[in-house]
């Protein structure tokens, strides 16, 4: 099969594609023959080893010292069933799933071997490039916007909210009956705004931290605030996620400061798809782009410009 191999730490040209062996199922895996794979922050972080401040080496502990450990990374895909492990009764050849790889990565190939638990059926209103885009970042905002128990009427403020997890944020706290407020540039305020938000903050033209407003809720996917910076901005009783936290966010995190790794829960899964079938959540895709051609979508990633996702198509 094909795939994309990342043989050592380095800019998007160290991605390449290449032959490799088929992957196969072990025991309570499935094999999926990927139609759409997400080009996500995470797999370029890993690729590039730009990891969080404080958590550089630890990140390379895990991951591996000089390279990756995992050669193939891709996290969130969708495609069809092309074969099945011992014990798995869930799911049947020719079956259109969605899902994740988690940290054993594996997605960015014509086939990957995953865990039928982390695998759910995909709507056949919905594509599958539409699915693997909206995982890595609904999954994310999902998770953190349940964490802290958003209600109707609440107000919600997303730093970053044209990115892949700040679109999904805006779009799904709208849907919850939250007033959002969203912080982008200049040029995806329009966007923003058909995302759900009744205000846009220019960040170009205006300081995130000098705002008037106070929020029940502020998720930070890009690492603007911190908990220092973010706690003025929060009404009583309010909550301050910093979902792009380094080690001295996470070390700080406590009371109204949340922050970590967020879950991949399958039933957020079927929640995400269902909503993109029913057409209430956009997976704002900027760009398919062949598997051949990963450096590029890497390279949309690296440029911090990005908006919504990237998938590529093997």
Known sequence: MRAVVVERYGPPEVARVVEVADASPGKGEVVVRVRAAAVTAGDARVRGAAFPAGMRWGARLALGIRKPRRAILGMSFSGVVDAL???????????????????????????????????????????????????????????????????????????????????SAVQLARIAGARVTGVTSGRNAGLVRALGAERVVD?????????????????????TLSARTGRPLLREGGTLVLIAGGLRDMLSARGDVKTGVAGEKPEHMRRLLALLDARELDPVLQETIPLAEIARAYEIVDSHRKIGNVVVVP
Do not use: W
């Open 85 to 167: 492990g011992e014990g798995v009764t869930a799911f049947a050849v020719g079956d259109e799933v969605s899902g994740t790889t988690g940290a054993r990565f594996g997605a960015h190939a014509e086939l990957v071997a995953v865990a039928a638990e982390r695998l759910v059926p995909k709507p056949a209103g919905v594509s599958h490039e539409a699915a693997a885009a909206v995982l890595f970042g609904g999954l994310t905002a999902l998770h953190f916007l349940d964490a802290v128990g958003l209600a109707a009427g609440r107000s919600v403020l997303v730093v970053g909210a044209s990115g892949a997890v700040g679109s």
């Open 203 to 223: 960040y170009e033209r205006e300081d995130v931290t000098a705002l008037d407003d106070r929020f029940d809720v502020i998720l930070d996917t890009v690492g």
